[in-house]
C-alpha cells in the first residue's frame, strides 16, 4: 500500500510528496528491521543454550560424572550395551 504511494507521487513528479513517503516509508522500516534483526539473534542464543544443555544433559545422564571413577564412564557402559545388543535403548532414551 505504502510503496504505491511512492511510486504515485514518483511518477506524478511531486518531490515533496515522494520525500514524505519515503520519510513514512523508513519510519516504519527501520524499526521493522531492527526487531527482525533482534529476534533472529535471541532465537540463535536460544537455539545454542538449548544445544548446550541438552548435550550437557546427556552426557550427565549417560555418560556419568568424573566423580564416579571408570566406573560411572562410557566406555565401560557402551562395551556392556554393545554386548547384551541393547545399543538401541541409548539412543531411544535420547
Not at 8 to 13: G, P, T, Y
Not at 78 to 89: E, K
Request: aromatic letters at 14%; hydrophobic letters at 40%.
Amino acid at each position: 500500500m505504502c510503496y504505491t504511494r511512492i511510486v504515485a507521487s514518483l511518477v506524478r513528479k511531486e518531490p515533496l510528496q515522494f520525500f514524505f513517503n519515503i520519510i513514512r516509508w523508513l519510519l516504519v522500516a527501520i524499526p521493522a528491521t531492527w526487531t527482525n534483526s533482534w529476534l533472529s539473534y535471541v532465537q540463535n542464543k536460544l537455539a545454542i543454550a538449548y544445544r548446550t544443555r541438552l548435550t550437557q544433559e546427556v552426557m550427565k545422564q549417560y555418560l556419568g560424572d568424573e566423580e564416579e571413577g571408570p566406573d560411572g564412564k562410557v566406555y565401560y557402559k557402551l562395551c556392556m550395551y554393545a554386548i547384551s545388543g541393547r545399543l538401541s535403548t541409548l539412543t531411544d532414551g535420547i
